[in-house]
């Protein structure tokens, strides 16, 4: 968000009152912004270059206020408070005016067809008669400056050019010419330069410089004259000295070139209305023409103000208000979007200024809106359907991979999701396409080019760039790679890979396919053919020939594994032998990784596919449910209805992530629509109740929740038979032996919960082996051993040792230890070696073993 910094007095005295920070803070609140910090200049000073710095500094306060990104009228003191006054209710929105001039003719600005290499557009104006003061000047430029940052990206889409109307005289020719061609003495220097001469002279300036690169390599470069021939400005880089406005300007004139022209319009816009109150006709502005190299002309500023009409129905729906629409229409007039009810139904007829470039869409409004009535106004409610957060299965899945891989003795690596053309082409033995890669359109770097297709190449990048450590390498990652996709509204989507590399001076084609078969294990799919995995031989370019198979799983391949080709191995600058395993997993989830979100169903929709409307599929059956008993009790009785809401309490269904008959069958066990007092039962059943028609093609339960109804007892008392059914010949208790069965269950679970406790941990532990190297051959190695030995931590064991020859009679140490992962780390155990300095030069990891 863009920083406003404005004085504290100066501010209070515009707005007419004097605030405390408190109070001042709480307005900034109300009216959707933020006072990120009270300071002055010479805090600023201090803080960033040092007190020395900060002496002659000023001590005025200063209020550093956050602003909306899209909010480009409130990034000057004038925009701010006359924002501030109108959400007060202080002071009406001011009508922006376009006048022609007092002499009939206005001021041209002429482009030609050279500025079409560079920058094609540009706009104009004058504030006439205008009356600056120093505050009033500063501000004027820091608009400028906060303007390039923000909506002009650094000058790249739009650069603006203000001048003294009085030092020059029109027409205005905009135009392109190459940069030896160009000589004028530009802002704040004492000689003329050449555009060229310029570009060197601005590479040191701190400011100047980030703006170079704009136009450096064009052949040529924009430039605007006057009707003698005298330089305005070399856009986007600096303006001319001749036209510089002081104090004492009358009569500014305001131009902008750009790139992008719906910019241009704006930025003039924001020049004009924030600081035409000072002319002498407040909020006027003096119209200028620009004439194209076609011959069309067009007159700026536009200052046009559009009206839009939304429903007071929408705005309460969004914000969980309850206002009426005269109420509404006067909240968005604070807001300085003017507004009034149209008398048709709920109609509110909005009228969006020049200044708020930011509302684009019926949502904007309603965001006013909610920031008049106040955020802290709005009513906390409970949602009427919601669900329990769960991790998305594809990312539960991948969590519990990586464990169990690692376990496995791989060692997870993370490569960057974009990488050049040739690293999934060329080095892997492909055409880029084949690929089907999607490229991006202007890659700051060579190295950045496409989003990647294949997890191969960063692994095997990773595994050049640890070429130095001990064999083998055993690396895995697991993420998403970027594939074109017609059927997607992005025409791309996310595939989630595994891929593992196994580094050696052997192929170790049976690590690889050991990994490939502890995989299928965790994610319980049996080794044959049809219902389970397989592999068969495969052709592939990135793979020696005959050395690459293909993986089926359920009859459909995921992915490959083999031997890598030396020519791969090579490309990536390796040296050694190198077996690679790449997979998808979205097939294991049984269904597809992308979940449909809830959202409106568009009206086109309803209408095609005739959707329920609300009071249709609101209609619940009236028939009595077969069955209340459940295993909650009895859903006809608040005792019943209790327990279910407790069950739901944290839950979106019955059982799973997903709506189920098991969700259905329960539904139609409770007789009505539950009490609002069971929230958790009454969001899980109005959830339900939406599934209406969908209810035969979910999918079964899995447990019964619903228990079978009682049969009816009969009502002739005299029968025999009806004598006989009520006396149990065998003297059996079922509820008794229920109960019993239940006390049992418990007793055992709870013995079993502590015999489990009282179970010791597994404790990971590895087997290191160290070489501790001496100074020289005449170290006493007896006492570097007794040194080393003397190291003692929880969780290390010291083990046999060795002395073993380096040459020239130097021999170093070679000690094994055992070690508790979570207690002691290498680290530590080299840094505690080589304290002992006199006698140890340096310590090495010779090999690390999981136990």
């Given at each position: 968000m863009p920083t406003v910094g404005v004085k504290r007095d100066l501010l209070f005295k515009a707005l007419g009152r004097t605030y405390t920070d408190e109070e001042f803070d709480e307005l900034c609140f109300e009216f959707g912004l933020e006072l990120d910090e009270i300071t002055s200049e010479k805090d600023i000073i201090s803080r960033e270059q040092g007190?020395?710095?900060?002496?002659?500094?000023?001590?005025?306060?200063?209020?550093?206020?956050?602003?909306?990104?899209?909010?480009?009228?409130?990034?000057?003191?004038?925009?701010?408070?006359?924002?501030?006054?109108?959400?007060?209710?202080?002071?009406?929105?001011?009508?922006?005016?376009?006048?022609?001039?007092?002499?009939?003719?206005p001021q041209k600005l002429i482009i030609t067809k050279e500025t079409a290499a560079v920058r094609p557009h540009a706009v104009a104006a004058v504030l006439r008669n205008i009356t600056f003061t120093q505050e009033r000047y500063d501000s004027f430029i820091e608009l400028q400056e906060k303007l390039h940052q923000n909506i002009c990206r650094k000058r790249s889409l739009v650069a603006i050019g203000t001048h003294d109307l009085d030092t020059i005289s029109g027409p205005f020719t905009y135009t392109a010419k190459p940069p030896g061609d160009i000589i004028f003495k530009p802002l704040n220097q004492t000689k003329e330069y050449t555009a060229t001469q310029l570009m060197s002279l601005y590479k040191t300036d701190s400011h100047l410089r980030h703006y170079l690169h704009i136009i450096e390599d064009k052949p040529v470069y924009p430039i605007i004259y006057d009707s003698n021939g005298i330089v305005l400005s070399m856009p986007p880089i600096i303006n001319g000295d001749h036209s510089k406005i002081t104090l004492k300007t009358k009569n500014v004139f305001i131009e902008c070139t750009a790139t992008d022209l719906t910019k241009a319009k704006i930025v003039l816009d924001m020049m004009v209305t924030m600081f035409s109150e000072y002319c002498s006709q407040p909020f006027t502005v003096e119209e200028a023409e620009v004439v194209y190299p076609d011959g069309k002309t067009c007159k700026y500023p536009e200052l046009a103000y559009r009206k839009e009409k939304l429903s007071s129905e929408f705005i309460n729906r969004k914000v969980g208000i309850n206002e009426s629409t005269e109420n509404i229409a006067q909240l968005l007039t604070r807001m300085c979007l003017l507004s009034q009810a149209t008398g048709v139904g709920d109609e509110i007829e909005v009228e969006i200024p020049p200044t708020r470039s930011d509302v684009i869409h019926a949502c904007d409004i309603m965001e006013d809106a909610a920031i008049a009535y106040g955020f802290n106004n709005v009513t906390r409610t409970t949602p009427r359907t919601y669900t329990i957060a769960n991790q998305f299965p594809l990312n539960k899945l991948t969590e519990l991979l990586r464990q169990d891989l690692a376990a496995a003795g791989f060692t997870e690596a993370l490569n960057f999701a974009l990488c050049s053309q040739e690293d999934i082409a060329d080095k892997i033995g492909k055409k880029i396409t084949e690929t089907r890669a999607v490229h991006i359109s202007n890659p700051k770097t060579v190295e950045f080019q496409v989003a990647r297709t294949t997890?191969?190449?960063?692994?095997?990048?990773?595994?050049?760039?640890?070429?130095k450590m001990p064999l083998p390498l055993k690396l895995f990652e697991i993420s998403d790679v970027v594939l074109k996709d017609e059927t997607k509204d992005v025409g791309a989507r996310n595939s989630r890979r595994f891929c593992a590399v196994y580094y050696n001076k052997s192929p170790?084609?049976?690590?690889?396919?050991?990994?490939?078969?502890?995989?299928?294990?965790?994610?319980?799919?049996?080794?044959?053919?049809?219902?389970?995995?397989?592999?068969?031989?495969?052709?592939?370019?990135?793979?020696?020939?005959?050395?690459?198979?293909?993986i089926f799983v359920r009859g459909k391949s995921v992915g490959r594994l083999g031997v890598l080709h030396p020519d791969i191995i090579n490309c990536f600058e390796l040296t050694m032998p190198c077996s690679a395993l790449e997979m998808d997993i979205e097939p294991f989830l049984g269904h597809t990784a992308e979940t449909t979100l809830t959202h409106d169903v568009p009206m086109q929709e309803v209408l095609q596919h005739k959707f329920p409307t609300r009071d249709e599929s609101?209609?619940?059956?009236?028939?009595?449910?077969?069955?209340?008993?459940?295993?909650?009790?009895?859903?006809?009785?608040?005792?019943?209805?209790?327990?279910?809401?407790?069950?739901?309490a944290d839950k979106?269904?019955?059982?799973?992530?997903?709506?189920?008959?098991?969700?259905?069958?329960?539904?139609?066990?409770?007789?009505?629509?539950?009490?609002?007092?069971?929230?958790?039962?009454?969001?899980?059943y109005n959830h339900i109740k939406s599934f209406h028609r969908e209810r035969a093609g979910l999918p079964s339960a899995q447990s019964q929740f619903v228990l079978p109804a009682t049969p009816p007892s009969s009502k002739n008392n005299t029968?025999?038979?009806?004598d006989d059914d009520d006396i149990d010949l065998f003297g059996s208790d079922d509820e008794a032996e229920g109960a019993e069965a239940a006390r049992i269950k418990e007793q055992r679970l709870a013995e079993y919960a502590a015999k489990k406790s009282k179970k010791p941990a597994l404790i990971a532990k590895s087997s290191i082996l160290l070489d501790v190297k001496p100074w020289d051959d005449e170290t006493d190695m007896s006492k570097l051993e007794e040194c080393v030995r003397s190291v003692s931590m929880d969780g290390l064991l010291w083990g046999q040792s060795k002395l073993v020859p380096v040459g020239y009679g130097i021999k170093k140490l070679q000690i094994g230890c055992v070690v508790e992962d979570d207690k002691v780390g290498t680290d530590l155990l080299e840094e505690a070696i080589t304290a002992f300095e006199e006698y140890v030069q340096s310590v090495d990891v010779a090999a690390f073993n999981k136990i």
């Open positions: 007190d020395s710095k900060a002496s002659g500094a000023s001590d005025i306060i200063l209020y550093k206020i956050d602003v909306p990104a899209n909010r480009y009228d409130l990034l000057c003191l004038e925009g701010l408070v006359r924002g501030l006054q109108v959400f007060k209710n202080k002071l009406e929105a001011p009508r922006y005016r376009r006048v022609t001039p007092a002499s009939g003719e997890l191969l190449p960063g692994l095997l990048k990773t595994v050049a760039a640890n070429r170790g084609f049976e690590v690889i396919h050991g990994l490939l078969d502890r995989t299928m294990q965790l994610l319980e799919v049996k080794s044959s053919r049809g219902d389970g995995y397989h592999i068969q031989a495969a052709d592939d370019s990135t793979f020696f020939p005959g050395r690459c198979a293909e609101s209609q619940a059956p009236s028939s009595r449910p077969a069955s209340t008993k459940t295993v909650f009790g009895d859903t006809s009785t608040p005792a019943g209805l209790k327990a279910l809401n407790d069950f739901l979106s269904y019955m059982e799973g992530f997903t709506v189920s008959q098991a969700d259905t069958a329960m539904f139609d066990a409770i007789p009505s629509a539950p009490s609002p007092t069971f929230c958790h039962l009454s969001r899980w029968s025999d038979v009806d």
